[in-house]
């Protein structure tokens, strides 16, 4: 009797959970298509679905079996001095930005456990304002 509350309260909470937990991959098309307001191309990838957001430089990497995704853009610069990087990546909050050594990824790296398509939809806007900062910063 004495935990009875927490299970009701557990259970009453348990279903909305693990409906949290699998954020699939029409879960985030419908993100793109009716929050965010884009079209996109998709195409199977060794890393799950990888998709080009129509009408933006960016893409989106989305793995369901990893419950993982990225946001990303690849820049056609070589070389940027790594100070620059690492003084972005010290202020960023969602971001990190890195060099491959034939580009630069500036990316918002996303875990979908609890994934919701309001927090998705949160987190392409983070990527957008990031995104216009990390330019305005690499101008300077």
């Keep these: ?17 693990a409906q949290a937990q699998n954020f699939s991959t029409d879960d985030l098309e419908k993100v793109i298509k009716n929050d965010v307001k884009k079209d996109f191309e998709k195409s199977a990838s060794p890393n799950g679905t990888f998709y080009d957001v129509k009408g933006t430089d960016y893409y989106v990497q989305h793995n369901e079996k990893g419950k ?27 971001s990190r930005v890195y060099s491959t050594g034939a580009s630069t990824v500036f990316e918002v790296p996303i875990s979908t456990i609890g994934a919701t398509p309001a927090s998705v939809k949160a987190y392409f806007e983070h990527f957008d304002r990031e995104y216009e900062d990390f330019g305005k910063f690499m101008k300077k």
């Design 1 to 17: 009797m004495k935990h009875l509350g927490k299970v009701l309260l557990a259970l009453a909470l348990l279903p909305n959970l």
């Design 68 to 94: 993982f995704m990225l946001i990303f853009v690849t820049i056609p610069i070589k070389e940027i001095p790594l100070e620059k990087l690492n003084t972005w990546n010290e202020k960023a909050i969602f």
